[in-house]
């Protein structure tokens, strides 16, 4: 129990400093995304910068919405408190999860590196949409475990936009790749990092429940 607590502290204490921290950058310092849109070269298609700006907001907004209600959800306390709070979360969650989907399937087309880049993202939305579908049709089967496997496998897709930022720094500063191979470096290798770690988590918390 110890244990659990103490990662749920460490998860949200990730959780809130990321939220803030994209808050701040794309809503304060750079709202126009200057820095980000300067490393999109040779798009195939016109970007519409105003459109695409919006588009961005919305996306960031709703990213961060979910982020937010799914560490919720994951609160023991609020689920033994309020079953009716804790499943209302769970529906905003969902809602949020397709507009992040929604709004970076738009986006997708010009995202940094090219096709591959783009191929890599609606990978990504497809695999986060299958996989918060089946926790949702788990969960009105009352497959309470099974449900919360499949939250945490969906949950941990929220951290996408970190670990392709972490993996592109890495390459790019580190090991001196261009950016946009590192970015799209960095789209493939959070998936895999995304899927395994949860993986790894359910197993952690089965071998103690166990």
Known sequence: ??????????????SS???????????????????????KTDLKRELKLPLWLNVMYVHVAFACIAMAAGL??????????????????GYIYLLSVLLVILTSGYMAPYA????????????????WMLITAVAFVQIKRKRIISHRN???RSYAFCFTNMIIHLITALL???FHFSYPSSYTIGIYGAIAILLITAELIIRAIDHKRT
């Open 112 to 127: 940094t590196g090219g096709k591959i880049s783009s191929i890599g993202f609606n990978i990504l939305n497809i695999v």
């Open 150 to 152: 499949w939250m945490i």
């Open 172 to 174: 790019h500063q580190v």
């Open 1 to 14: 129990m110890k244990l659990q607590i103490s990662f749920y502290r460490a998860l949200a204490c990730v």
């Open 72 to 89: 919720l959800n994951f609160s023991n306390r609020l689920f033994e408190k309020s079953r009716k709070l804790h499943r209302w979360s």
């Open 17 to 39: 400093v990321f939220i803030v921290y994209a808050l701040i950058k794309i809503y304060v310092v750079d709202p126009e995304a200057v820095h980000f849109l300067s490393f």
